[in-house]
């Protein structure tokens, strides 16, 4: 029995592989060189950082791998550069591209788990709000205009900054990515709702839903099991997109001060740190932490908007 299982599910992965590469979607992707430029950019960046350890020369988290002798050391096609730090070091001699690496894992992590926090807010907000409507709709709803009435930097900062100070001081920095995840999610839920309520208006008007509500199936297995399949294309084009703002949402609260801490640096506290340096000669400090937050945010985005054109079906 186990043998006969096992053939089948062989059998289906070529004809997985086989229907993937015959949609739609394959075929637009493989012919968009920008959006084969934006993934493979976004696959070498995701991966390098993901493999950091094996990459980097050294661990910038750990103080005894530092070496202050090595301070300011200019990258390595320079007069005074040295080898193994291709990129040069900053004020504390931590190896640039391994800051650069292990920094652009900490934005990669917060950023999807930012956007997935918000999805399962927004989505669960937007389903109850569309499905029951009425006076649930309107808290919900007007819960998420006075949202949407702050920007959503500020909406990061409070948060970030009462949680913070909710913690005790010992915490503080153990638990900043957790913060920060909150703080981003909290401020970024309201447009999934809004997605997800109006799709859940549509659909639950339509024979299949009715006909679910006679049979007395409960209320959360609809919602779950019927409507929410339907609400998914434009949410995934959405988080998508989010995605990057989510990146530079918190590099945004990390060079204010308010993010990552300097002894877990990510790509905003290391812009943050080498914006002191960057008129005293030093600028390969600052220079090559934006550079590589400008590629992330970009193949993001750009695979976003491809995204989104090719499941709109307007545009087909």
Same mark, same amino acid.
């Given at each position: ?22 949609s ?15 993934a ?29 002798w ?16 291709? +990129? ?5 001699? /931590?190896? &640039?591209?391994?800051? $650069? *690496?292990?920094g =652009? ?6 950023g999807?788990?930012s ?32 949202t949407l ?9 409070l ?16 638990g ?8 981003i999610?909290?401020?970024?839920w ?23 509500? +006679? ?5 959360? /297995?609809? &919602?779950?099991?019927? $409507? *929410?399949?339907? =609400? ?13 703002m ?26 943050r ?10 600028w ?6 934006v550079?590589?937050l400008?590629l ?21």
């Amino acid at each position: 029995m186990t043998t006969d299982i096992s053939k089948s599910e062989a059998a289906a992965r070529p004809a997985i592989i086989r229907r993937v590469r015959d949609s739609d979607i394959w075929w637009s992707f493989t012919n968009s060189k920008t959006a084969m430029a934006a993934a493979l950019i976004l696959a070498i960046l995701v991966l390098t950082a993901l493999f950091a350890p094996l990459i980097a020369v050294q661990n910038p988290y750990d103080p005894a791998q530092l070496d202050m002798w090595k301070a300011e050391l200019p990258p390595i096609w320079q007069e005074d550069g040295e080898w193994p730090y291709l +990129l040069g070091t900053d004020t504390q001699g /931590r190896d &640039m591209l391994s800051a $650069i *690496l292990y920094g =652009t894992r900490i934005s990669i992590v917060i950023g999807v788990a930012s956007v997935a926090l918000s999805l399962l807010i927004g989505m669960s907000a937007g389903l109850v709000s569309g499905f029951f409507g009425g006076i649930v709709d309107n808290v919900l709803m007007r819960v998420g205009d006075i949202t949407l009435s702050i920007p959503t930097i500020l909406i990061a900062i409070l948060v970030s900054t009462v949680v913070r100070q909710m913690l005790p001081a010992d915490l503080r920095e153990v638990g900043a990515s957790a913060v920060l995840v909150l703080a981003i999610a909290l401020s970024a839920w309201v447009q999934y709702a809004r997605t997800v309520r109006a799709q859940c208006i549509v659909e639950r008007g339509k024979e299949y839903v009715q006909a679910a509500r +006679l049979l007395k199936v409960p209320a959360r /297995r609809i &919602m779950a099991r019927h $409507i *929410l399949p339907n =609400t998914l294309t434009p949410v995934l084009v959405a988080a998508t997109l989010n995605f990057g703002m989510a990146i530079l949402t918190e590099a945004t609260l990390s060079f204010l001060g308010i993010g990552m801490p300097p002894g877990q640096p990510s790509l905003g506290t290391l812009i943050r740190i080498g914006n002191q340096f960057l008129f005293s000669g030093s600028w390969w400090i600052v220079v090559f932490p934006v550079m590589q937050l400008c590629l992330l945010v970009v193949a993001v985005n750009l695979l976003g908007d491809w995204l989104r054109d090719v499941l709109n079906p307007k545009l087909r």
